[in-house]
């Protein structure tokens, strides 16, 4: 049911889509009910202050938190110049861990997260390749 939203909300924000969907699959397995221990919350695990940072509403209704990690991440591929890994890094570990590590930090959840959201980004391509024909 998010599809549509996702899709849409990619193409405003200059996201590929199937990026988009790995990350959330990555971040909550489209549950749009997901809190995390450290407090992040929906479909792509948006933190409360970064929620307000982005004027987000209810984040448990998936067409805010949709929104608001949407733009958070494209932020975040604005901020490392399109650079896909690096973007991903920041929306794991924060864009001041990437800018002060010059790269991906050395920490093993970030380097695991942005294989793991990568790995799911080329099956979700995949898939949309299949489903093209």
């Known amino acids: 049911p998010f599809l549509p939203t996702i899709e849409r909300l990619s193409a405003e924000h200059g996201l590929d889509p199937s990026l988009v969907k790995a990350l959330i699959a990555r971040e909550s ?3 749009p009910g997901a809190v995390s221990r450290a407090g992040a919350i929906g479909l792509m695990q948006v933190m409360p202050a970064t929620g307000r940072e982005l004027g987000a509403g209810n984040l448990f209704k998936p067409a805010s938190n949709l929104d608001a990690g949407v733009r958070y991440l494209a932020e975040m591929h604005d901020l490392f110049d399109g650079d896909v ?4 890094a920041a929306y794991n570990a924060g864009p001041g861990s990437v800018r002060r590590f010059g790269g991906i930090p050395p920490y093993a959840e970030t380097r695991a997260y942005v294989e793991r959201v990568l790995a799911y980004q080329r099956r979700y391509r995949a898939l949309e390749l ?3 024909l």
């Open 29 to 31: 397995c489209f549950d």
């Open 85 to 88: 890994r690096l973007a991903l």
């Open 130 to 132: 299949v489903a093209s």
